[in-house]
């Protein structure tokens, strides 16, 4: 039975991959709704988003846009938001990080990949190494604290993306590969990336990855 969660998104990964991974570990159930490009410009539904602007994900009668308000929401919803307000401000700085990072990749696959990837997978490294150290200095496996939170999903997608751009990104960073590595293993999380839900979606609106 689909619990109260609704997905309205296009048919790839893009800016909900943390947002069903993190549905997915959590036990929880979602309907999808796929948006079609030429139905999405068309601007009937791209009216009534906030910011114009998918992701739309409904929690009953709640509607929320923007991935990281939703993954916030998730957060706390579930208890994935640190175990007090030290830990909760800890998660959204790190969530804050990640979507810097992600910025620059999403920047380079739209933008920049025939001229700039190179020099991207080249500076990974610049980026990757502030995770590297969060994690090395927590020593639990989790970005913050002695749990998974909303921050861990976050950067857990972003870096599975990464792998496919260049599979040997992390080999340099055994704490971020022992972290793909454990939450990759995680029951509910290994049987969704094994899904062909999981795997008929593209990384990128544009193909490229």
């Not at 999405?40 to 929690?59: A, I, R, Y």
């Not at 938001?81 to 998660?91: C, F, I, Q, R, S």
């Not at 979507?99 to 990949?113: A, T």
């Amino acid at each position: 039975m689909v619990g109260p969660y609704t997905i309205t998104y296009f048919a790839v990964r893009g800016r909900c991959g943390a947002l069903r991974i993190m549905l997915a570990d959590q036990g929880q159930e979602w309907k999808e709704v796929v948006v079609d490009f030429p139905e999405w410009m068309k601007g009937t539904l791209k009216s009534t988003c906030v910011f114009g602007q998918l992701p739309k994900f409904q929690d009953g009668d709640l509607v929320l846009f923007q991935s990281n308000a939703i993954l916030r929401h998730l957060g706390r919803k579930h208890d994935a938001y640190g175990k007090d307000g030290d830990e909760a401000a800890l998660v959204d700085m790190m969530c804050d990080g990640v979507e810097d990072f992600r910025l620059k990749y999403v920047k380079m696959i739209y933008q920049e990949y025939d001229t700039g990837k190179d020099t991207y997978i080249k500076d990974l490294p610049n980026h990757l190494d502030k995770f590297e150290a969060v994690l090395a200095k927590n020593k639990t496996g989790f970005l913050v604290g002695n749990k998974s939170s909303f921050a861990d999903y976050n950067l857990f997608d972003l870096l599975l993306n990464h792998l496919v751009l260049s599979s040997t990104c992390l080999d340099s960073f055994p704490s971020l590969k022992s972290f793909v590595e454990k939450m990759s293993a995680r029951p509910k999380i290994k049987a969704f990336l094994d899904s062909e839900a999981y795997k008929k979606l593209p990384i990128n609106g544009n193909g490229k990855q």
